[in-house]
């Protein structure tokens, strides 16, 4: 992941599988529990409250990092 824009993240970002796979589902108007829905399809064997708890992390840290923009 690159900063695109004027932000105070101005490097690269080297995310894992399900980092990506969040950052992909924040390309459209989504909401967290959205992710997790997604997240639990594709991770059948995976416990809501653990994938609800990872979703939020990351989000949290792509928001301290001005990554994201809302």
């Given at each position: 992941?690159?900063?695109?824009?004027?932000?105070?993240?101005?490097?690269i970002?080297?995310?894992?599988y399900t980092?990506?796979?969040?950052v992909?589902?924040?390309?459209?108007d989504?909401?967290?529990?959205?992710?997790?829905?997604?997240?639990?399809?594709?991770?059948?064997n995976?416990e809501?409250?653990?994938?609800?708890?990872?979703?939020s992390?990351?989000?949290?840290?792509?928001r301290s990092?001005?990554?994201?923009?809302?």
């Open positions: 992941m690159i900063s695109t824009t004027d932000t105070k993240f101005n490097g970002v080297k995310n894992n980092a990506a796979f969040i992909e589902c924040l390309k459209s989504t909401t967290e529990s959205a992710i997790v829905d997604k997240m639990l399809l594709e991770y059948s995976a809501r409250t653990v994938v609800e708890h990872d979703v992390n990351i989000i949290a840290k792509l990092i001005d990554a994201i923009v809302e």
